[in-house]
């Protein structure tokens, strides 16, 4: 039996993997002071239709807050304070990235993001990561979006690698799924510390 093709590229999603909410704290105090049940504030920015546009680049990040502000009848000021307050709990996590520098000479990196159109300037000015990849597919510039198969298959194309060579690690079970169809090698992320462990197993890896 013919041995498996050595893995030749990672792919990474960004949020809920290389940027996570650590602190959950802010979001709860926004729907206490806003009177949300609990959790409206998160489905008001990620789960409605204008969240949905600007993922496919039919739509500006501050549509989308322009539209928050609209539902829950904030002044231009109070917007710009729950705005501010909702990304604090936000955090790069500092030992992925490390990883990725070490690693991207022997290993093609790439990130595949459903990202409003803002993404890319925020991996160049406020993370400062942008740097570490050979690839950066993000949804908004491209209008397509994960699970959908032709998002993967031109992540593929444009770092010159077969899926079956490929590792793709992200939060989401459906866009786990939507890779492995094409035959990428699927992780779905829980903790940084399992992930590390499955890809230094995967690439046979000592450290």
Request: avoid cysteine; charge should be negative; aromatic fraction near 8%.
């Amino acid at each position: 039996m013919d041995k498996p093709a050595p893995f030749k590229a990672i792919l990474w999603d960004l949020g809920g993997v290389l940027l996570r909410t650590e602190d959950w704290e802010p979001r709860r105090r926004l729907d206490e002071m806003l009177d949300l049940p609990n959790g409206n504030i998160y489905k008001l920015v990620f789960e409605s239709e204008m969240s949905r546009k600007a993922t496919i680049g039919e739509a500006a990040n501050d549509d989308i807050w322009m539209w928050v502000g609209e539902q829950l009848e904030l002044s231009s000021d109070e917007l710009a304070n729950v705005r501010d307050e909702f990304w604090s709990g936000d955090q790069i996590d500092i030992g992925l990235i490390r990883f990725i520098r070490a690693h991207k000479t022997g290993t093609k990196m790439g990130l595949l993001s459903n990202g409003w159109p803002s993404t890319r300037r925020f991996l160049e000015e406020r993370w400062h990561i942008a740097d570490i990849f050979d690839d950066i597919i993000i949804s908004a510039e491209v209008g397509l979006a994960k699970p959908d198969r032709r998002i993967y298959q031109l992540a593929l194309d444009r770092l010159g690698v077969e899926a079956e060579q490929t590792i793709f690690i992200d939060d989401f079970d459906e866009n786990i799924r939507g890779a492995r169809e094409l035959g990428i090698h699927g992780i779905h992320f829980q903790t940084p510390q399992t992930v590390l462990k499955e890809l230094k197993d995967l690439l046979d890896l000592t450290v």
